[in-house]
């Protein structure tokens, strides 16, 4: 199994991973057509397209913070009904 990238600099000091959108998918136990979909249909995941070939990635602090979010505005919304 490929490592996943990882960014060059500080970022990599810090320990920050750019995950494909196959990796993703794994971590979130959801089809890679799951994660293109919802790029498709707007949802706000974070994630970076390469210029010129528009591959997908996404940097693994900020898909869980996004997730954390997620959470969140779902129990924010359970707690005003």
Do not use: C, D
Not at 38 to 43: D, M, N, P
Not at 54 to 70: C, D, I, P, S, Y
């Amino acid at each position: 199994m490929k490592k996943p990238l990882k960014a060059e600099g500080k970022p990599e000091e810090a320990g920050e991973v750019f995950l494909t959108p196959n990796r993703l998918a794994g971590l979130l136990e959801v089809q890679p057509g799951t994660i293109y979909s919802w790029i498709s249909r707007g949802v706000n995941i974070p994630h970076i397209k390469i210029p010129g070939t528009g591959t997908l990635r996404f940097r693994q602090t900020a898909v869980m913070e996004w997730l954390l979010e997620q959470e969140r505005a779902r129990k924010k919304r359970n707690f005003e009904l």
